[in-house]
Structure formats: C-alpha cells, structure tokens
C-alpha cells in the first residue's frame, strides 16, 4: 500500500529546489557569478580614449601609422584590462584591420600587410576595456594618409648632436669656441634638414615637425626642394624635445597647399647622452662632468650646487620642475678660493665651451655674495628660456660670445629683468647692483626687447645696442652705443657718438656727452625735462629743441599711466601663489610662471615686491592704447595695419632709416630676425635681411608667431629687399 505523504514529499523536494533555483540566481545577480555579493556593482562603461592622434600622414604603403591617445582612468570602479584598435576605409569601419589589443600601453603600433591607395584617406578607432568586460564607446582619429618617404638629417655631418657648432664662414670645419660672436659659428644641433624630390620650386609647400619645435624653410636645390630648420620657435625650448632620460622621437610632414604629401618615419635626432641631474641636496658640490650631455630634472628639489666641468654640457629643468640653491655653506661655488655662493658655476680653470641652460631655477640665498649663476669663463654659453628668482646671474670679462634668448631674471633685491634676444653679453652685477635691473660692462652688445623695472645701467660698453627697452636707462663712460624703441627716463654721462631713437621718455639727461644724436620720435610727458650738462655736442638742450646732429620730433604732453594692461585683479592660471592676482609677499613660493613673460610680481609703485601685499602686473600695451601703441610713424598718430600680402606700413618704408652715430644705417621701425643665416646677424634692419616690424614704443612689440601670417610688400628706399613680418598680435586685453 502507498503510503498516503508521498505525493506531498514530493511537493516539498519540488519546492525546495525552486527555492534553491531562486536563490542562486539572486545571488548570480548580486556577485556577477563571483560567489561574494557586491551591493555596490558598478555597471557604468569605462571613459573613452581622448586625443587620439594617427599622424595625419604616415610614410608607406603597406603599414599604418603608430597611433597615441591620452588615457586619464575607467572612471568607475574596475580597473582598466586593456586598450583595442581597428583600422578602417571610412571613420568607425573596421574593414582594414579588425579590433586587436594594444595592452594598457597609451599607444599601438605599426601594423604591416596593408595594400593601401595614396589617394585615399584611412581611420583608426580605439576602445577602452575594464576588468568586468565592460567596453567604452569608440574614439576616432581624424584621418592619415600614405605619403612619399623622406628621410631628415644632420644639416652639417660634422656637428650632429646639441651642443655642436660649425664655423659659419666654412661649414665643413667645427667652431673651436675661440672665434668672436656667437652667429660666427652655427649651432648644428638646430639645424636638419631634408630633401624632397617631387617638387621643383617651393610654391604651395611648407614643412612642420611633430613636435611643433622648429621653423623650416624652403629652397630649391637637391633633386628638388631641400627644407632647413631654421631653429627652435620661440615658443619652443630643449625641454620640449626630451624625456627624462632620452630624447623624443620626432618626424616632418610636408604639405603642399595644406594636404600632406611627405612624411619621415620617428626617430630620435640626436645621440647625446641624456643624464639625470645628480641629487645633493645637503651637498657636497658637484661636478657635471661627461663631455656633450643634456642632465635633465624632472621634478623640484633643492641643490647645494653644481660645477659644470666639461664642453657641450646642457642643464634643463622639465615643465612642472623647478631647482632650488640650498647651500650647506662647506663651499664657495664648489672652489675654496672663490668668495661666492652659487647655483651653478663655471670656473675660470675650467672654461667649458658650448653650454646650455634651460628652465626655472632659484636662488632664495639673501647675501651680497650669492649668485645664482656665476660664470667666471666659458666661450659659446646660452641661456635659453631660462627664469630665475633670487641671486643675479655674474658673467665676468673671459665670458666670450653669449647668447641670452628669453631670459627672466627676478632678483629679490629689487628688479625684474626678461630679456627676448641678446648677443654677446656679460653681465657684471651684484646682488646688490641688480636693483638697477641690468648692469652691463662689456662691448658689442645686442640686447632686443628688454623689461627692466629696476632700470639698465651702461658702463665701458661701447658699440652696444638697445632695440626696445622698458625701464631707466642709465650709462657712462661708453662709445657708439644705440638705443631705440625705449620707455622711461634717459641718463647718459661722459659718452661718446650716443644715439637715442624712438624714445617716450619721463626726462632725458645728457652730462658729458660727446656727439649725441636723438632721432625719430622724441615722446615726453609733462613737465618736458630735458638737460644737457657739458660734453660737445649732446644733441638736445634745455627746452628739448634739437642740437647738433639731432633730428627728432618731439611729441610733447604724453601720458602713459593707462597704457600699460597693468594690476590683474583675477587668478593668473600659471601661477600657484595669486589669489585674483595677490597674494602677501611671505607667502608667494610662485616667482616665475605667469600666462605671459610680460608679468610679474609688483608692489603698488609697480616695483618688485619684497614686503606687504603684492599683486601681479601686466607690462604688455593695452589694446586700445593709442599712445605707445602702433605709433612709432608720427609719434601721435596711429601707423597703418599690418596686411600681409599689402604694401608694408608707412612706418616701415624703406627711406625711413636711422643712421647712428657708429655709421650704421637700419630701418627705424623694424629689427633683424637672429639667427637665420640672412644678412649679418647684428639685430639691426638693414638690406636684404628678414626682419620684425616694431609699431610700438619700449620692450612690447607684440606676441604670437611673425611668421605664420605671412609678410608684408616691402617699399623699397635708403633701405631695400627686406622680407618684413609682424606679430600678429599687438596688444592685451
């Protein structure tokens, strides 16, 4: 007999395992099969890629270009598993190559095997993929395009590397450092170049490199055309081509009319050793001494010095970095002998040649003896892009033919000093004299685009030239010196054959001078103070009339007090210490990044602050200006727009010349671009030459790249075949 409960165990068992059925899977939906719940699952995708670059143009056929991409984090909980790319004929396809991993790596590489069309373009998509499986949405790059194969190279096979230089009258011999002036050698490491032979002439054509550091030129010879670096853009450094222990690949891509037709494959340009920046912090000295390499620092810290001890070394700070002098006082400039404290030194006993130094350093060392750089000798320095704060920067008399190009000089003992372009220059200062800003002792020298706020003092330095200048100028004891495009007052005493041009000065002093002559546009505020105490033949009077071999026009009544864009009243992004532009003195740490060199730290007399409350001020011209500002032609009266392709300004005519009194005759309103390898390399406009119009009175000339707008039709006159360019921005507002 069947026993009669049967049918309800049967229920149970039934029940059970639906029970056991719905278990499991509420537990598969809250663990995601992992056995452990998880209340707080994220089921969100991972963040796509950004930046994703294919190069626009690759050199082949048959392979793909690398592809690179930017990459800040899944943004949701799971970690990133891994990175997928494809190749396609049209965006998002995947036809030509389908989806492959590329690791975790920001980048994949070349692929082969490819049969492509040169007059097509091709697309790359990649994803992102989480540790949970979950799949990003699909970025796409712009496009890229197989082009011809051209290959860059050395320009002078004898000097490859940074650091290396050729004689410029014999390329074919290496500059052996005693030659005089810094353009009488060629510095190799600027300089590649590449040939092209599927074009005759240049027209249509122009050539950028990947890093977007050099400006190239055009000119035919070759099998075709042969594209130059001409050399860093000045919105470039030697940073900008490093990693902390190597160099960075880099390639060209030419275009004509825009589209890319060539293109060389990355490589890295140079094989000088990149080194790190020894750590010693609490000291002793140390000697930087393996002949030709770049030491980089990657990240701030404190230094008890250096001794640069060998030829063709190069120091870089990488961006974000920053070196501090913290001296353990054991040595002075890591010599016993020398009665100084210093950052970095070079030793009269070494006189290294060929040197490079690159970034953002300080010196918060406060004594009359402590020098941020002190170079007692040295052939060929340069000083590039190079910011500092504290100590002054000594260059003494065995320093030959140096180069300072962007250089900020912030002394806590009174002045801010940024200079655009000099050439051979020393300057002999003190921690002390550096409150006037610049002390220069020193012949022929050629400093351009100078803001001085503590003022430049000339002393012995014959044959020298100012080419706009913001702050007093104060000399003696000098001859055939010139000075145009300046703002501020003029003093000048026991000088001979001074030339004063295009000057807005608050007075103007002549003691002692021997043939003076002030030329074209002659702005003073009001009262007009003019004197001339002794000398023969100064060149002004009293009532500020022309004497002697003078020539001005005197605009009278200026007021510059609104001129300047002045006090910033919100937050610099650049600079770490401001609050809407103030910050109290004890607290500032940021002395040197500002969203442009034209600013600094100020007190409400606009000096350098060193107590109280300080604010940022902007030295740029207003926009709106119309006193300093685009009126260089009259005076008082706005100068015609800059229209590339358009006949050049009036101000910029070729018959609108100064002559000085050293003989040299030169486009007023206009300075010559360094560095190119056209006319004779002394800054001055002069005939067949490259130069930059100067529409503005002192050191702002304007911002931006000269010469991507194109240049103007020069009017040929006095001074003729001048290729001119402009900035294209004149102005701040």
Not at 37 to 53: E, K, M, N, Q
């Amino acid at each position: 007999m069947k026993s009669p409960f049967k049918p309800r165990s049967r229920f149970r068992t039934t029940l059970t395992s639906i029970r056991a059925t719905l278990l499991a899977l509420a537990l598969g939906a809250l663990t995601g099969g992992s056995g452990c719940i998880d209340f707080i699952r994220d089921r969100s995708p991972p963040a796509p890629v950004s930046a994703l670059s294919d190069g626009e143009a690759w050199p082949s056929l048959t392979s793909s270009p690398l592809l690179r991409w930017t990459y800040p984090g899944t943004g949701n909980s799971h970690a990133l598993d891994r990175f997928e790319f494809a190749l396609g004929t049209t965006p998002g396809e995947t036809d030509l190559k389908d989806w492959q991993s590329a690791g975790t790596a920001t980048q994949a590489p070349s692929l082969g095997g490819l049969n492509l069309d040169p007059t097509k373009t091709y697309y790359a998509a990649v994803r992102a993929i989480d540790s949970a499986g979950q799949v990003s949405s699909v970025t796409l790059s712009a496009g890229w395009r197989p082009v011809s194969s051209v290959n860059v190279n050395a320009r002078f096979a004898i000097a490859p590397n940074w650091n290396d230089y050729v004689n410029a009258a014999s390329p074919s011999t290496p500059c052996a450092g005693t030659e005089t002036g810094y353009y009488s050698c060629l510095h190799g490491g600027e300089k590649r170049e590449l040939e092209y032979a599927g074009a005759s002439n240049c027209t249509g054509l122009s050539a950028t490199d990947e890093l977007a550091a050099f400006d190239w030129t055009c000119a035919v010879g070759g099998a075709g055309v042969v594209f130059r670096s001409r050399g860093l853009k000045d919105s470039k450094g030697l940073a900008d081509l490093l990693e902390p222990a190597a160099w960075k690949e880099n390639r060209v891509i030419l275009r004509r009319d825009g589209q890319p037709i060539a293109s060389s494959l990355p490589a890295r340009w140079w094989t000088n050793p990149v080194l790190p920046l020894p750590a010693n912090p609490v000291g002793p000295y140390a000697t930087l001494s393996t002949a030709g390499a770049i030491y980089t620092l990657e990240s701030s810290r404190t230094s008890a010095g250096y001794l640069i001890g060998a030829d063709r070394i190069g120091i870089v700070t990488l961006p974000g970095a920053v070196l501090s002098y913290q001296s353990d006082n054991s040595e002075w400039c890591g010599i016993a002998t020398s009665p100084a404290l210093c950052l970095i030194h070079v030793a009269a006993s070494q006189d290294p040649k060929f040197t490079w130094l690159e970034g953002k350093m300080i010196s918060p060392e406060i004594a009359t003896n402590a020098f941020l750089l002190y170079y007692q000798a040295g052939a060929f320095p340069v000083f590039r892009r190079l910011s500092t704060w504290g100590g002054p920067l000594l260059m003494q008399q065995s320093v030959r033919s140096a180069r300072l190009d962007q250089v900020q000089i912030t002394s806590m003992f009174g002045s801010i000093l940024k200079f655009r372009n000099t050439l051979g220059t020393r300057i002999q200062a003190s921690a002390t004299t550096l409150m006037r800003g610049l002390q220069l002792d020193v012949d022929t020298s050629y400093f351009r685009e100078v803001l001085a706020t503590g003022g430049v003092e000339l002393s012995f330095s014959d044959n020298s030239v100012f080419f706009g200048l913001t702050g007093n100028q104060d000399g003696g004891n000098h001859a055939k010196v010139t000075i145009s495009h300046t703002l501020g007052s003029a003093y000048f005493s026991n000088c001979s054959d001074l030339t004063i041009a295009q000057g807005a000065h608050y007075a103007v002093t002549l003691a002692n001078v021997a043939r003076g002559k002030l030329t074209g546009n002659l702005l003073l505020s009001t009262p007009e103070a003019c004197e001339a105490l002794g000398g023969t033949d100064p060149g002004v009077g009293a009532s500020c009339t022309p004497q002697g071999a003078s020539d001005f026009n005197r605009v009278g009544g200026v007021d510059t007090l609104n001129s300047f864009f002045g006090p910033i009243y919100r937050d610099d992004s650049k600079n770490a210490s401001d609050t809407l532009g103030e910050a109290p003195y004890v607290s500032i740490a940021d002395w040197l990044n500002f969203e442009t060199p034209f600013r600094g730290w100020t007190d409400s007399q606009n000096r350098l602050c060193s107590a109280g409350s300080c604010r940022i001020f902007d030295w740029r011209l207003k926009a709106l200006d119309m006193v300093l500002r685009n009126t260089t032609g009259t005076g008082n009266t706005q100068n015609d727009a800059f229209i590339p392709g358009a006949p050049c300004p009036a101000a910029a005519h070729g018959n609108v010349t100064t002559q000085d009194l050293a003989g040299r005759l030169f486009l007023r309103n206009a300075f010559e671009i360094l560095g190119d390898e056209i006319g004779d390399e002394d800054g001055l406009c002069e005939s067949n030459e490259a130069c930059v119009y100067a529409p503005n009175f002192g050191a702002y000339q304007g911002e931006g790249d000269y010469t991507a707008p194109g240049a103007c039709a020069f009017q040929d006159g006095t001074i003729s075949g001048v290729t001119l360019y402009a900035y294209p921005i004149n102005g701040a507002s």
